[in-house]
């Protein structure tokens, strides 16, 4: 599942690549993938791209937007005819081989990141008046492209009960978040109704920063460690982006050709079961389940009970 810093990239890259677009056609392939009057968006500008915690945003002129989630296993592949690879964070833009056309892709990698499209998993194409083609594919079918108003927007219960992000508040507010859950803290990290775009890699990763085990009761931690909390997840959210998110264990078969971000290389404990801790202090990496989440963590420098 796509997190904060892999939605952020893909945000950054369309948002160059899409802004002044028209949108000429929309084909649905799959009923439930696409919602609301795409006949709305037909011959509308694009005049920016947004992200709301995971969601990406789509804003058309006429109060209009494309709001698209990508749950399990949603993906955009942006096929452009450009000469030039608008590449900017992870070089996640490539040149096809043999075709001059460029590829932006974002979302769950898989194959269809670099296959021939339209795929089996294709559920909606979106194309440009440029020529241009955007590939909504997903092969779970969890996730969803939704035509909708500001307003419409704004009271979508994904929207409405979005929490903030962590660098939107301060240590106090964020103490305040946690400090009454009765509750594992990684899964309050992750309940997007508290705060959001916290996935798995990067609340596991985070809490190995500030040396938090991950079932520790929220009640019991201090000011002081919340405040490091959100250092720490500011800290792997902002590595995540900046090296443009991560391509994770699903697709480490594929030959991606180059595209995808690289914070895999860069994991403190996600993915790292058996591995030494990074701290070199004699821990071995545990895995153990938590809201029937992998979870991993450091048993020496992440202690349970404090
Ligand atoms: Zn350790």
């Known amino acids: ?12 890259q369309l ?7 028209r949108i000429s056609a929309i084909e649905t392939l799959h009923k439930k993938s696409v919602q609301g ?12 791209v947004r992200r709301l915690g995971k969601m ?12 698209i989630h990508f749950k399990m296993s949603g993906q955009l592949v942006l096929v452009s005819s450009d000469k030039k690879p608008a590449s900017r964070q992870g070089g996640q833009a490539t040149r096809i081989k043999n075709r001059e056309k460029i590829r932006i892709v974002g979302g769950h990698p898989s194959g269809d990141w670099t296959g021939k499209l339209p795929s089996k998993h294709t559920r909606a194409i979106f194309k440009l008046q440029s020529g241009a083609k955007m590939y909504f594919n997903d092969q779970r079918i ?8 500001s307003l419409q ?3 979508d219960s994904f929207v409405k009960n979005l929490g903030p992000e962590p660098w939107n508040i301060t240590d106090d507010q964020f103490y305040e978040l946690i400090r009454k859950r009765k509750k594992a803290i990684k899964l309050v990290i992750m309940d997007q109704t508290v705060i959001s775009g916290i ?14 085990h991950p079932g520790r009761n929220a009640q019991s931690l201090a000011s002081q460690e919340a405040k490091l909390l959100r250092a720490s997840l500011i800290k792997v959210l902002r590595e995540g982006i900046r090296y443009g998110g991560a391509t994770t264990s699903d697709a480490k078969y594929i030959n991606l050709d180059g ?11 996600y993915d790292r079961e058996g591995k030494k801790c990074l701290r070199s202090d004699g821990g071995v990496i545990k895995k153990i389940t938590l809201g029937s989440r992998g979870t991993y963590f450091c048993p020496k420098c992440q202690i349970r009970d404090k």
Do not use: C
């Open 37 to 48: 009057d795409t006949r709305q968006v037909i011959g509308k500008k694009i005049i920016g």
């Open 56 to 67: 990406l945003v789509i804003n058309l002129e006429n109060d209009l937007h494309l709001a």
């Open 259 to 269: 595209l995808g971000g690289h914070y895999q290389e860069h994991f403190r404990t």
């Open 153 to 155: 927007l704004a009271e």
């Open 15 to 21: 948002e160059e690549k899409l802004t002044g677009e």
């Open 199 to 212: 996935g798995n890699i990067y609340a596991n990763d985070g809490l190995w920063e500030a040396r938090i």
């Open 142 to 149: 969890f996730g969803w492209v939704r035509v909708v108003s």
């Open 1 to 12: 599942m796509p997190e904060l810093p892999e939605i952020e990239t893909i945000k950054l």
